[in-house]
């Protein structure tokens, strides 16, 4: 299938991808023209202020995930609060991000040297190394904005596009979460090369079979600009949209369970000189030396013991399977199914 999905010999895309990418490029360019003067979430007209505007707070996905733990992250958001400023938003989701790891029973990890890689990798992306990133987005003009509209959930998560068949692009759901960002923070979806079950891990590792995909989209966005969409800035903005800082900072503040892949996939081997594994090791041991460190491991590996216990008597007295079958993982397999040939691309070959 690399023969319909990838591109031919000269570079160029075969006509099933660019009739994707095409597809793709309508919804982010009409998106990227829904600008706004605040950050928040949509709401409708009311009888003092006529049509639909931005008049609640913005959700990210983020602050339902942490509600089911109840991780109380609406601190950050406080109801009926949007932001006028891009700094304050991204204040906030660095706050969401921490809240996970302090408030979190569930690591998701199974011993205590996996602990300690995602509360390291944690303490470098807000406490050491990521912060100069971050500062980098932010000097950026954000603050004034405009602010445009972003699904909260497709840039991690390709099942909320529906296909058919013939790979018409036929809904969009789950916009629930949709929220209005600063246009730094309007970022392409990390699972360009294809629907892996980890995205991010597959465009940290392959990261110049993401550029090809981003290249190839940007084409698509330019043609449908000139031909649906007059005046659209987004190819000119994602085709100069280099993985650091912008998708390898806001993906993580977006989604703060991809720290732990991207940092040691992806940052440290921007970060550090070579080499790089030694370098890190180093600096990890230290790291970890400090008691209240230790002491901080300790309580999340009681945690996740706790939380794995209680997860598997939930398992025995309801004699449910670890596979999900609920209607949602249903739909999206199926969804799947249809796209389970997308690109998984290597490098356009360069020979003739």
Same mark, same amino acid.
């Given at each position: 299938m690399t023969e319909k999905w990838g591109h031919t010999r000269d570079g160029g895309r075969m006509p099933a991808l660019t009739r994707v990418h095409d597809q793709l490029a309508d919804l982010f360019i009409q998106l990227r023209s829904l600008e706004f003067s605040e950050i928040g979430a949509l709401g409708m007209p009311t009888p003092?202020?006529?049509?639909?505007?931005?008049?609640?707070?913005?959700? *990210?996905?983020?602050?339902?995930?942490?509600?089911?733990?109840?991780?109380?992250?609406?601190?950050?958001?406080?109801?009926?609060?949007?932001?006028?400023?891009?700094?304050?938003?991204?204040?906030?989701?660095?706050?969401?991000?921490?809240?996970?790891?302090?408030?979190?029973?569930?690591?998701?990890?199974?011993?205590?040297?996996?602990?300690?890689?995602?509360?390291?990798?944690?303490?470098?992306?807000?406490?050491?190394?990521?912060?100069?990133?971050?500062?980098?987005?932010?000097?950026?003009?954000?603050?004034?904005? *405009?602010?445009?509209?972003?699904?909260?959930?497709?840039?991690?998560?390709?099942?909320?596009?529906?296909?058919?068949?013939?790979?018409?692009l036929v809904a969009v759901i789950d916009w629930e979460w949709c929220h209005t960002v600063p246009v730094s923070c309007f970022i392409p979806p990390a699972w360009l090369t294809g629907f892996f079950p980890n995205p991010i891990r597959q465009m940290c590792l392959f990261r110049i079979s993401h550029r090809s995909e981003?290249?190839?989209?940007?084409?698509?966005?330019?043609?449908?600009?000139?031909?649906?969409?007059?005046?659209?800035?987004?190819?000119?903005?994602?085709?100069?949209?280099?993985?650091? *800082?912008?998708?390898?900072?806001?993906? *993580?503040?977006?989604?703060?369970?991809?720290?732990?892949?991207?940092?040691?996939?992806?940052?440290?081997?921007?970060?550090?000189?070579?080499?790089?594994?030694?370098?890190?090791?180093?600096?990890?041991?230290?790291?970890?030396?400090?008691?209240?460190?230790?002491?901080?491991?300790?309580r999340k590996m009681a945690q996740q013991e706790e939380y794995d216990k209680a997860y598997q008597a939930y398992i025995e007295e309801h004699g449910e399977s670890l596979d999900c079958h609920c209607q949602n993982c249903q739909r999206e397999e199926q969804n799947f199914n249809v796209l389970r040939e997308l690109p998984r691309l290597s490098p356009p070959s360069s020979s003739g």
């Open positions: 003092e202020s006529p049509g639909i505007t931005i008049r609640h707070r913005p959700l *990210p996905v983020e602050v339902a995930l942490q509600e089911i733990e109840n991780l109380n992250p609406t601190v950050f958001f406080p109801e009926k609060t949007t932001f006028k400023i891009g700094h304050e938003y991204i204040n906030a989701l660095i706050k969401l991000g921490r809240n996970r790891l302090f408030k979190t029973k569930n690591l998701g990890v199974d011993s205590r040297e996996a602990a300690s890689e995602v509360v390291y990798a944690y303490h470098e992306f807000y406490a050491d190394q990521g912060p100069r990133w971050v500062r980098k987005l932010c000097s950026i003009d954000i603050d004034k904005g *405009p602010f445009v509209l972003m699904h909260g959930d497709m840039a991690l998560h390709g099942s909320n596009l529906l296909w058919d068949e013939k790979l018409n981003m290249i190839g989209l940007c084409e698509s966005i330019a043609d449908r600009s000139k031909a649906c969409f007059p005046q659209s800035s987004l190819a000119h903005e994602w085709n100069h949209l280099p993985l650091e *800082p912008f998708l390898m900072v806001v993906l *993580p503040m977006l989604y703060p369970e991809t720290i732990d892949d991207i940092f040691w996939d992806f940052m440290m081997h921007k970060i550090f000189v070579p080499p790089q594994s030694q370098v890190v090791e180093k600096r990890m041991e230290k790291f970890l030396e400090n008691i209240e460190v230790q002491g901080f491991i300790d």
